[in-house]
């Protein structure tokens, strides 16, 4: 399958500190996005890269994609308590539907 | 608030049960995904509608079944309810689809809980 696999799946840090995730997918995309859940709670898009993208910032964030090896990196900076969630990775099936990874659990300690 | 809707937020019932969940996708969007979260197995893509016509299916079991609406709301149907089935139902909707999906939005989940 295309299933995204993201990594680590779990990190904990301090806050201030950054938090880096990785995710590595299968077959060719047509995009890679990024979505946080709290616990129990629906998720939430961060930030979407196409696939003729290498990198792309918002605020905090930093999305990295290298579609030769298949892989792409969330970067949080700074850390803080609130970024406390789960992280998912989904690929786009080229728009038949979007696949998640696991997920990684981030635990920033205050 | 993402802007999508579900209904309901919590339901227990029994094994051998059926139960419908429901969803209203944010205003504008055409296409919803239905999502199942469990535990053991992460966020499992089921099935997705675009304008009333289903697009794609994923790992949906065939006691399950769903639809869109002309109102392009979407219920999700569960029969003959199994313990496994306990999970958190997500819905998602986006603008478009196919290359120009874009964005997930996603409701809070009905969670479901098979005794």
């Known amino acids: 399958s295309q299933q995204g696999e993201e990594d680590p799946q779990a990190l904990s840090i301090q806050e201030g500190e950054n938090a880096t995730m990785n995710c590595s997918y299968k077959?060719?995309?047509?995009?890679l996005q990024w979505y946080r859940q709290n616990s129990g709670r629906g998720l939430v898009h961060l930030i979407l890269i196409r696939s003729n993208e290498r990198e792309k910032h918002s605020g905090r964030l930093r999305v990295t994609l290298d579609t030769s090896k298949k892989s792409s990196s969330l970067l949080i900076t700074a850390s803080r308590a609130a970024d406390t969630a789960s992280y998912f990775c989904?690929?786009?099936?080229?728009?038949?539907?979007?696949?998640f990874g696991p997920g990684t659990r981030l635990s920033v300690l205050p | 608030d993402s802007g999508v809707t579900q209904t309901p937020k919590h339901l227990i019932t029994a094994t051998g049960q059926r139960v419908t969940l429901r969803c209203s996708p944010r205003s504008g969007d055409l296409s919803v995904y239905w999502y199942q979260q469990s535990l053991d197995q992460g966020l499992q893509f089921l099935i997705q509608y675009y304008n009333g016509e289903e697009r794609a299916k994923g790992n949906i079991l065939e006691r399950f079944s769903a639809q869109q609406f002309p109102d392009l709301h979407s219920e999700l149907n569960l029969s003959s309810l199994e313990l496994g089935d306990s999970a958190l139902y997500f819905c998602?909707?986006?603008?478009?689809?196919?290359?120009?999906?874009?964005?997930?939005?996603f409701g809070e989940g009905s969670r479901l809980t098979v005794l």
């Open positions: 998602a909707s986006s603008v478009g689809q196919g290359l120009m999906s874009g964005e997930l939005f």
């Open positions: 989904a690929t786009d099936n080229y728009g038949q539907n979007f696949v």
């Open positions: 077959t060719s995309i047509n995009n």
